[in-house]
């Protein structure tokens, strides 16, 4: 009984950092990067008759080049309450309202915005590797519980090494998505 409550645990074990790694890539795919992305605006919501609904449901997102972002919403009397979210949202650019789309030109970085936009993305990375270490210190703690109980010793010490091999695989990754998105911030 005790190994397929070790072994559900390992699995609750990888799959928290899973989570953690998934949140981490949702997280960094909205720091911005001077580029423009439809990303950007996955968080946005917009008063569509009264409720607020995403911005995806009520208008299509698309980027025209690298530095602009189009909006074009399926009713045309959208296109205020879009702006509003838009400015409300405070995103740093100013929506351009044509009368059938909102164009978001998004301007280049400066070195300085570069530096705290990295920041940003290695403080990220490591709110992810302390969901990795939450993880692992609850497995152990499982691991150590089954072992008082009678779960074979030698047993408990392959299964710690197991946590201990994931979270170097998990770390390692997370080190490098957030490698990746410094490499791409300071890219001009």
């Avoid at 795919?29 to 917009?46: C, E, F, H, I, Q």
């Avoid at 497995?139 to 008082?148: E, R, T």
């Avoid at 201990?164 to 957030?178: L, W």
Wanted: aromatic share 4%.
């Amino acid at each position: 009984m005790q190994s397929e409550e070790i072994n559900g645990m390992m699995k609750a074990t990888d799959k928290s950092m899973k989570d953690a790694l998934e949140h981490l890539q949702y997280e960094l795919s909205k720091v911005r990067t001077g580029k423009a992305s439809p990303a950007m605006l996955n968080d946005l919501s917009v008063s569509y008759y009264g409720a607020m609904t995403p911005l995806n449901q009520v208008a299509s997102i698309s980027t025209a080049d690298a530095r602009t972002i189009v909006i074009q919403p399926w009713e045309k009397n959208m296109l205020a309450p879009i702006e509003k979210a838009i400015f409300e949202a405070n995103l740093g650019v100013t929506p351009m309202n044509d009368g059938e789309v909102v164009r978001l030109a998004i301007p280049p970085l400066t070195e300085e915005r570069r530096r705290d936009l990295v920041k940003q993305a290695k403080h990220l990375g490591e709110e992810g590797k302390i969901s990795l270490r939450s993880a692992r210190h609850k497995a152990l703690d499982a691991i150590k519980k089954a072992v008082k109980d009678g779960y074979p010793e030698d047993a408990g010490k392959r299964k710690e090494s197991e946590v201990e091999d994931m979270i170097k695989e998990y770390t390692k990754r997370m080190d490098h998505m957030v490698e990746v998105k410094d490499k791409d911030i300071m890219t001009v």
